[in-house]
Nanobody, 126 residues
């Protein structure tokens, strides 16, 4: 089992920046990748960014490529999402997710991620 706890969300002005953190605990040696997803009410959860837990390969949704950066710190069992040049359409609940199933990673398919955090709200004001 792996537990994930996100932090760092809040209210930010358009054009501003925020960093989300995801702290993993438990059997982190079994992880293949960590991803960040976002969701707004009434819509499906969608992929934002992903990173391999070991090699560090990253992958981004087109909508955030060039503005967001995902990273991980294996020594501290943490992953981060640096969000720059935020837009009002980035407003959502952001979830950290971890994958322990074999596959090709990073990957944007939510079903590959076994563990999910509780989510943290990011609100971008225009």
């Amino acid at each position: 089992q792996v537990q994930l706890v996100e932090s760092g969300g809040g209210l930010v002005q358009a054009g501003g920046s925020v960093r989300l953190s995801c702290l993993a605990s438990g059997r982190t040696d079994d992880l293949y990748a960590v991803g960040w997803f976002c969701q707004v009410p009434g819509k499906e959860r969608k992929f934002v960014a992903g990173v391999n837990w070991s090699g560090g390969t990253t992958y981004y949704a087109n909508s955030v490529n060039g503005r967001f950066t995902i990273s991980r710190d294996n020594a501290n069992n943490s992953a981060y999402l640096h969000m720059n040049n935020l837009k009002s359409e980035d407003t959502a609940v952001y979830y950290c997710a971890a994958a322990d199933k074999g596959g090709i990673y990073p990957n944007e398919a939510p079903f590959l991620y076994t563990y999910w955090g509780q989510g943290t709200q990011v609100t971008v004001s225009s």
